[in-house]
């Protein structure tokens, strides 16, 4: 009779661990391919995260030369225009205004006539690269 209850008692502790096992295994298992997939759906968007900022900066950074430059040309343009306007001469035959033609050193053209001659030194180089 107690060797009965002993025997049942084991048969009981031994299923108990086992259904233990089992749960665990049917909990934890999931649960850990779970954790797994989730760290390295994290670690991907955050190494994706990092590659968007780097490329967000460089592309404002490429922008920003980008304006310098333009702002620099449109600069040298404006003062090539300048001194394009302030060299010109009166115009010997309609009277208007004759610029300097660039890349000669005395010669001037007039816009309203279209006459050309030869006036006052003026060494206007060609225009800069536009902005
Ligand atoms: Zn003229």
């Given at each position: 009779?107690?060797?009965?209850?002993?025997?049942?008692?084991?048969?009981?502790?031994?299923?108990?661990?086992?259904?233990?096992?089992?749960?665990?295994?049917?909990v934890?298992?999931?649960a850990?391919?779970?954790?797994?997939?989730?760290?390295?759906?994290?670690?991907?968007?955050?190494?994706?995260?990092?590659?968007?900022?780097?490329?967000a900066?460089?592309d404002?950074?490429?922008?920003?030369?980008?304006?310098?430059?333009?702002?620099?040309?449109?600069?040298?343009h404006?003062?090539?225009?300048?001194?394009?306007q302030?060299?010109?001469?009166?115009?010997?035959?309609?009277?208007?205004?004759?610029?300097?033609?660039?890349a000669?050193?005395?010669r001037?053209?007039?816009?309203?006539?279209?006459?050309?001659?030869?006036?006052a030194?003026?060494?206007?180089?060609?225009?800069?690269?536009?902005?």
């Amino acid at each position: 009779m107690v060797v009965d209850i002993a025997q049942d008692v084991a048969v009981w502790a031994i299923a108990g661990v086992v259904l233990l096992v089992l749960a665990a295994i049917v909990v934890g298992v999931p649960a850990g391919l779970l954790g797994l997939v989730t760290f390295f759906v994290e670690r991907s968007r955050a190494k994706a995260a990092k590659r968007n900022a780097e490329r967000a900066r460089q592309d404002q950074a490429r922008k920003d030369l980008l304006r310098e430059t333009q702002v620099a040309a449109e600069t040298a343009h404006r003062a090539w225009s300048y001194r394009l306007q302030s060299m010109a001469l009166t115009c010997p035959r309609c009277g208007k205004l004759a610029v300097p033609l660039p890349a000669t050193p005395d010669r001037y053209g007039c816009p309203a006539c279209n006459h050309r001659f030869v006036g006052a030194r003026h060494d206007v180089p060609l225009p800069p690269p536009g902005p």
